[in-house]
């Protein structure tokens, strides 16, 4: 949106005389001598009655405004002008604001019109910030607040409702908090529905060999046993296997897999890292895992963006704009070279690829 603030002057001096000279004073408007006091406006004379308004035809006794070689009151100007409030319907006589080609008193403006900021509820009348949920602060408020581990908000009471510093030195809103508040039945419930749902992308794994553990940071980052950014890190799939043999002859070779994530998230926001993890379980039974890191992780966020585009979760869009926005090599740059090669095609393009 256009926003100027706009001056109006509508201050003219009037110079005040007697005839009381042997020239003749003429009035401008009737012609006729002016025997008593007079105005004088830009060098002409008028009866003080006969200075009057080109469009409502009273005397102009204060400050003017001229249109042309035409003299207005200062309202009458406003109105020929078309400067009405677009707020309050009113004349605007004094400094305004024009926003969308459209006129405000200043103080219409900034009570009733202007985007008002989402931290401190005060008028955006400069430069702000835009996050992915189109709220709008002003700048230095991200520099004061926090930031919510999880979605990225600021964390304050007009926001987010404040929110939560859990022990392992996260902080988080109570938008996330709230529904984040997860036993490890619904866990499981969650790690099966995006098990069957994978199933549909082509990618089946046996459930019964599939576990699901909610641990704090720190531990996750215990438990993290491979090369690369832990920033980003909010979930680990941790899988071993187990060879069975007879008469010193391989039988059979039984494989299990421990997805770990981080406590206290949202149940969409599980959702996308469970489907994650299960593409890097797909990926231990069935491909190379000498591949890059990049390539990996790139794929495993690409079924998550899958997976949450299929979802139809109005809550999702948000996570999928993190991960197409991400700007880090691994998870976002790596994300955004498969998406680019395999979007559009059969995902048994990329699970070959991944072989």
């Known amino acids: 949106m256009k926003l100027l603030v706009c001056s109006l002057v509508f201050w003219a001096v009037f110079g005040f005389g007697n005839s009381f000279s042997q020239e003749a004073v003429v009035c401008f408007s009737c012609g006729q001598n002016i025997t008593s006091t ?8 008028f009866h003080p009655e006969h200075f009057v308004c080109g469009k409502c035809g009273k005397p102009i006794t204060e ?39 459209k006129p405000y008193h200043s103080a219409c403006y900034n009570n009733n019109v202007a985007l008002r900021c989402a931290v401190c509820g005060e008028p955006l009348l400069g430069t702000y910030t835009t996050n992915i949920y ?3 602060y002003h700048p230095q408020h991200a520099n004061e607040l926090e930031k919510c581990d999880n979605c990225g908000r600021l964390i304050c009471p007009r926001l987010t409702h404040g929110g939560q510093k ?29 098990c069957t749902r994978l199933r549909g992308f082509n990618l089946a794994l046996r459930r019964d060999a599939i576990a699901i553990r ?12 491979r090369q690369g950014p832990i920033d980003e890190l909010r979930g680990f799939c941790k899988s071993e296997s ?17 997805i770990y994530v ?29 591949s890059a ?12 963006w899958l997976y949450l585009r299929s979802t139809g979760d109005p809550e999702s869009r948000f996570i999928i704009k993190r991960m197409e926005e991400n700007t880090d090599q691994v998870y976002g740059k790596g994300f955004r070279d498969i998406k680019s090669r395999f979007e559009g095609k059969p995902i048994e393009e990329l699970l070959k690829f991944l072989k």
């Open 166 to 194: 859990l022990s392992d030195g996260r902080a988080i809103c109570n938008i996330c908090y709230s529904k984040g508040l997860l036993s490890d039945s619904e866990r499981e419930q969650l790690l099966t529905k995006v």
């Open 38 to 45: 007079y105005l004088t406006v830009e060098g002409k004379f």
């Open 262 to 290: 981080l406590e206290g998230l949202p149940s969409i926001d599980l959702e996308g890292i469970i489907a994650h993890e299960l593409m890097h379980a797909w990926i231990y039974e069935n491909a190379k895992r000498t």
């Open 214 to 225: 909610a641990v704090d940071r720190n531990k996750l980052i215990q438990f993290y046993d």
């Open 134 to 136: 189109n709220d709008a």
């Open 293 to 304: 890191l990049a390539t990996i992780e790139g794929s495993c966020n690409y079924i998550s």
């Open 63 to 101: 400050g003017y405004k001229k249109k042309g070689e035409t003299f207005l009151h200062a309202d009458c100007y406003a109105i020929e002008e078309g400067l009405i409030c677009n707020s309050c319907g009113k004349v605007i006589t004094e400094n305004y604001i024009s926003a969308s080609g």
């Open 242 to 258: 187990q060879e069975s043999y007879i008469n010193n002859k391989l039988d059979k070779t039984i494989t299990h897999h421990t």
